[in-house]
């Protein structure tokens, strides 16, 4: 992987996201807000996890932090390269190839020419794909895919690492390559985000905790006294 070095930072103000909800059929429509009035500031050496039952926005805040929600008002600045993983099945466009997703992350992280082509090549043989690389990612598992977006998202890096629960792909050797590659890309990273349900991941690679409820802030500070406030009131 190729090294990137800034100094990082993550700040949001006063932030909230909200989704248009009703229709034709309910014959109103109204704002839910999934986020409500969230200030935080992530600097470089931050490990921290992002807590809170289902629907309480903890995928929501992440996108945000990665740019893939703008907010409906307030603020997220950050500085540094950012990179997202989630375990979504990825890619709008079910005619591009594996190859042409590998490809198009490259460019879209500045690389050209040679690097490019090493970066790209290295990216596919660790994918185990190699045989159906050149298909298009419709005619690919949920599996396959996820492959395709674990190596697109970790091909460098990066300075801000986000994730969506800790990944897990394919079978035991495959989850433990997984795993190798993720570790690395996290000691690599200044600034580390997970949103997760497990407590063994939140004890094992954070040092802060974010616990949401219902697009609120209910808690931001140390582990021990995270998981005690979440233990205690959930």
């Known amino acids: 992987m190729i090294s990137i070095k800034h100094a990082s930072v993550i700040f949001t103000g006063n932030l909230n996201k909200s989704f248009l909800k009703g229709g034709f059929l309910q014959k109103t429509t109204y704002n839910e807000y999934a986020l ?50 989630t375990q979504i099945g990825l890619y ?33 043989e660790w994918t185990e794909l190699e045989d159906a690389i050149d298909r298009p990612i419709k005619t ?22 986000l994730m969506d629960e800790w990944l897990s792909v394919g079978d035991i050797e ?11 890309l996290l000691k690599s990273s200044n600034i580390f985000v997970i949103a997760t349900h497990s407590m063994e991941v939140v004890r094992n690679l954070c040092d802060k905790v974010i616990i949401l409820d219902n697009g609120v802030v209910k808690f931001y500070g140390s582990i021990e006294e995270g998981i005690n406030f979440y233990t205690k009131n959930y």
């Open 36 to 85: 409500s009035d969230i200030n935080i500031e992530l600097h470089e050496g931050d490990r921290v996890a992002i807590i809170g039952k289902n629907g309480s926005g903890k995928t929501t805040f992440l996108r945000m932090l990665a740019g893939i929600h703008t907010p409906t008002s307030g603020k997220v600045s950050s500085k540094g390269s950012i990179s997202c993983l």
């Open 140 to 161: 690919y598992s949920s599996g396959m895919q996820l492959r395709v977006a674990v190596v697109s998202s970790t091909m460098i890096s990066t300075d801000i690492l």
């Open 174 to 184: 495959f989850q433990e390559k997984t795993e190798l590659r993720l570790q690395k």
């Open 92 to 124: 709008a466009d079910g005619e591009m190839t594996g190859r042409d997703v590998i490809n198009l992350e490259a460019i879209g992280r500045g690389l050209t020419g040679e690097d490019q082509k090493k970066v790209v090549g290295k990216s596919i």
